[in-house]
């Protein structure tokens, strides 16, 4: 399918944002490098994926924006939220979303968001969703998505999830647990792993989509660790002390889901060994970081946008 075709077609299902089709979003003024532009707010990152495409294009990599708003009748929770949440996030969330959006427009021909968009279940912030996205968002959830009430370990289930997965497919339309779209001979296969884990079901799936003989792009929002990925989490979220040997620090949360949950340790494996696997999009750190997956992908992570971070990926 040509770039043409694609966009047209994009309307009508979930699938990457064709960015000559976005919206006109009205400029802000910069409070930041006034007399220079908006666009050197933005912290971007570049990588080249080289599959030996007809028709290469380019692609910018959001992730974790983080959209904190809330109506002023939701419920309380929702308001203490957004107020909390805002400061952690540093209140300029959505300005950041605009500037991405705005520079894609102009520089690449898709957008692909590997999930934490919203940073809590609200109205307000399900509308900023259709807002900016609509039905033309292609990309993964992430676990905030999922997060309507007070977060507990407990519940990094499939039946939390499902407490709520009817609602949020009818704000994002496209399938919530792996969703498949072709844009110039690629396939853009993207998953909901928000807890670190596969379902048999998705794995099924995903092999299916390997059938079709084309190279895959991997799009979630919680990277398949590596060791220097891991390496590179852990010395920014766990410690803060300086790095004395190059030991793999040990393994916790979702990287620990990874390796004892037997499904997706062997899912791992198994792509590990996929020929045509060329790249992994993820996110969820907050970190910029990229490692070789496996002898033909590279998996990619960036950080998080709600900091106006982005990358553009270029597939050639």
């Excluded at 370990?153 to 399938?175: C, H, I, M, W």
């Excluded at 803060?240 to 620990?256: K, L």
């Amino acid at each position: 399918m040509d770039r043409r075709s694609f966009i047209k077609s994009a309307a009508g299902a979930g699938a990457l944002i064709a960015t000559s089709s976005l919206p006109a979003l009205a400029e802000d003024k910069p409070e930041v490098f006034p007399e220079r532009g908006r666009y050197e707010r933005l912290s971007m990152s570049y990588a080249t994926v080289k599959i030996g495409l007809k028709k290469p294009f380019s692609v910018l990599h959001l992730s974790d924006s983080h959209l904190t708003s809330t109506y002023f009748g939701e419920d309380e929770w929702k308001l203490g939220q957004s107020s909390t949440r805002t400061r952690t996030f540093g209140g300029r969330q959505e300005e950041a979303l605009r500037d991405a959006l705005a520079w894609a427009k102009e520089h690449v021909d898709y957008i692909v968001h590997t999930g934490d968009l919203i940073d809590y279940q609200s109205e307000a912030n399900f509308d900023l969703v259709g807002k900016y996205f609509g039905d033309k968002m292609f990309g993964s959830l992430g676990n905030h998505e999922f997060i309507h009430e007070k977060w507990n370990a407990s519940y990094a289930n499939e039946k939390y999830k499902d407490g709520t997965r009817k609602q949020l497919k009818k704000v994002y339309p496209f399938d919530l647990e792996l969703h498949s779209q072709v844009v110039n001979e690629v396939n853009f296969v993207t998953l909901d792993d928000v807890f670190g884990y596969v379902t048999k079901d998705q794995v099924k799936q995903f092999k299916k989509e390997v059938k079709k003989g084309l190279p895959i792009v991997l799009c979630m929002h919680v990277p398949f660790f590596t060791e220097d990925i891991w390496r590179a989490t852990y010395r920014f979220w766990k410690t803060r002390e300086p790095m004395t040997d190059g030991a793999v620090p040990p393994a916790s949360g979702d990287y620990t889901t990874q390796q004892e949950d037997k499904t997706t340790r062997e899912f791992i494996a198994y792509l590990k060994k996929e020929r045509l696997l060329k790249c992994i999009l993820a996110g969820h750190e907050h970190i910029t970081v990229e490692d070789q997956f496996s002898p033909t992908c590279r998996e990619y992570l960036v950080a998080g946008g709600f900091l106006f971070h982005g990358r553009e990926v270029m597939f050639v």
